[in-house]
């Protein structure tokens, strides 16, 4: 076989790859989100179900480092909640933060008209010296060391909740009997780095922690989505918490883990009418971000994280690549030798526009699930060379150390 047919070979193969690729990917979510539990509506006042949340209490805990953009909105959704029980407060902690975050939450809380005990704001101090902690893990300890409620919720400031969200997931987690209770949320966009990579890491996520597994306790899949994160305390405590992961940087997979393995009740829900997440305000955050998570993500597999990028260089990459290159050549912009390399180039451009039609496909069953719009949808070429450069790069910095950071602070 002459190069250039093998050269248009080369492009059908990956092109119907790629194709391939999507077709499975589309499949897999609909068949997963199909069969996914969501979390219920909240009781109706004067049942059973909503005595019984009465009498039980309730904590949430925010751990915030400069979440100045952030912590306003988080804490207005959070103090006016429909009140989930009769005993319920909100403690922020504040992990020494450098901006005007505490100032911030202060306003919100006396916006809302909270006070103590409804609203308290704690200062996480100084981290232990020769101890290594990372993340959240300090604040969240920190605060554990006040909570005495029956349920703790740990909430990320980069959440806004409904107002009968609170009241829902107790609600869901005590009729469940539920030891962790997690949601999914909405993703929120914003710029124009969220929009090429989001929709992207919202379908891998999907099809890569099945929710149905994680449900069931005969499987060993356990997630959480750390946003949202509520616990028995008893549990909680039972399996050492935040404080027994201190140096663990994907904390929300590692308590998930525990709850399971400890042989507690886990509960992972889609929560997409319940609560948004608004992850990263621009691309520096949002590198920062799936470079810290992505081989960890992974469960270190070196080998798994560099093939998860090359797959998503092929799917979402290469149509947008290889649709031009077969059409040029297909065209005679380039020497093609025999007709029949002409077929072949003009069904690797078929191709290849599939798998576009394919993402967009896609888009559309994501606006659908998680209401995200078909805004920048054609971007999604971009957004998996931006996804491609993650795998390699967070290898490289989750083992060597350097570069390796969440918020500007060490991770190693």
């Not at 039972?238 to 009740?265: F, N, P, T």
Request: hydrophobic fraction near 55%.
């Amino acid at each position: 076989m002459d190069p250039a047919t093998a050269f248009a070979w080369v492009l059908l193969s990956l092109a119907a790859a790629a194709a391939l690729g999507l077709a499975i990917l589309i499949a897999g979510l609909v068949r997963v989100f199909a069969r996914a539990p969501r979390l219920m509506e909240p009781p109706k006042p004067g049942n059973d179900a909503s005595a019984a949340l009465a009498s039980t209490s309730l904590t949430v805990v925010v751990p915030a480092y400069n979440e100045a953009a952030n912590i306003a909105a988080c804490l207005t959704s959070l103090l006016r909640s429909e009140n989930p029980c009769d005993d319920w407060k909100v403690l922020l902690v504040d992990d020494r933060s450098s901006d005007a975050t505490v100032a911030i939450a202060q306003e919100a809380a006396g916006a809302c008209g909270a006070s103590e005990p409804r609203f308290s704001l704690l200062d996480a101090g100084p981290r232990p010296m020769g101890e290594r902690w990372v993340g959240k893990n300090w604040a969240c300890s920190r605060a554990m060391e006040q909570v005495v409620s029956e349920w703790v919720l740990f909430v990320d400031a980069d959440v806004r909740l409904l107002p009968a969200t609170l009241r829902r997931a107790l609600a869901q987690a005590s009729s469940d009997g539920a030891d962790l209770l997690s949601l999914a949320p909405r993703l929120s966009c914003g710029c124009l780095a969220e929009w090429m990579v989001q929709p992207i890491m919202a379908s891998l996520l999907g099809l890569g922690f099945p929710i149905e597994a994680a449900n069931d306790p005969a499987s060993a899949v356990a997630f959480a989505a750390g946003p949202f994160m509520m616990f028995r305390r008893s549990t909680y405590a039972a399996i050492g918490g935040h404080r027994a992961l201190a140096s663990v940087v994907v904390e929300d997979l590692a308590l998930a883990r525990r709850i399971k393995q400890g042989g507690h009740r886990l509960r992972y829900l889609l929560g997409l009418d319940a609560l948004e997440l608004r992850m990263y305000g621009d691309f520096a955050s949002l590198w920062e971000g799936w470079t810290k998570n992505w081989l960890l993500g992974l469960d270190g597999n070196v080998a798994r994280a560099l093939a998860a990028s090359a797959v998503v260089l092929l799917m979402f990459s290469g149509p947008w690549l290889l649709a031009p290159a077969a059409a040029l050549l297909a065209a005679g912009f380039a020497p093609v030798g025999l007709p029949g390399q002409r077929l072949v180039l003009l069904v690797a451009l078929a191709l290849a526009l599939t798998g576009i039609g394919l993402q967009l496909v896609l888009r559309l069953w994501t606006r659908r699930q998680f209401q995200v719009p078909l805004t920048l949808w054609w971007l999604m070429g971009a957004g998996g060379l931006v996804v491609a450069a993650i795998g390699p790069v967070s290898v490289w910095r989750t083992l060597s150390g350097r570069g390796w950071t969440w918020k500007g602070r060490p991770l190693a």
